[in-house]
C-alpha cells in the first residue's frame, strides 16, 4: 500500500449559474454554503465528506445523456433508502427523470436544474 499524497477536498461542477445549483443541492443533500467568492462564480457546499463545488461557466453546454454531443463527464450517485420518495422530493426540487433509465430498481437517473445527470440510488457499498 502506498502513501497518499493527499485527500480529496471537493467534486467542482462546472454551472451557468451558481446560485440555482447551490439551492438545488442544498435542498437535495442538506448541505451548507462553506465559501463563495465575492462574485459568487464558485460557491462550495460542505456537509458530504468532500465539498461540492459549483463554478460558474458563461459557456456551459449542459451534458446530453446517455448519448452525445456534449457527452456526461461524470455524474454523482445519491444513497436513499426508497427511491420512489427519493424521485419525488428531487423532482419537487427542480430535477427531472432522465428518460433512459437503465436500471430503474436500482438507480434512478434524474437531471438536476442545470442538466447534469445523476442517480438516486439504493445500491449501497454496505
Do not use: K, N
Not at 29 to 35: C, P
Request: proline fraction near 10%; hydrophobic fraction near 40%; aromatic fraction near 6%.
Amino acid at each position: 500500500m502506498t502513501e497518499r499524497v493527499g485527500q480529496l477536498a471537493s467534486i467542482s461542477l462546472d454551472c451557468p449559474d451558481t446560485d440555482q445549483l447551490a439551492t438545488f443541492y442544498c435542498r437535495l443533500l442538506g448541505l451548507e454554503e462553506a465559501f463563495a467568492t465575492p462574485d459568487r462564480g464558485v460557491v462550495a457546499l460542505s456537509g458530504a465528506g468532500p465539498m461540492l463545488t459549483l463554478m460558474r461557466v458563461d459557456s456551459y453546454i449542459p451534458p446530453s445523456w446517455p448519448e452525445g454531443p456534449q457527452h456526461q463527464q461524470f455524474h454523482l450517485d445519491v444513497a436513499v433508502s426508497e427511491l420512489e420518495p427519493a424521485v419525488e422530493s428531487a423532482v419537487a426540487l427542480g430535477a427531472t427523470e432522465a428518460e433512459h433509465q437503465p436500471a430503474p430498481h436500482q438507480w434512478r437517473v434524474l437531471v438536476d436544474p442545470v442538466g447534469h445527470p445523476f442517480c438516486l440510488t439504493v445500491v449501497r457499498p454496505d
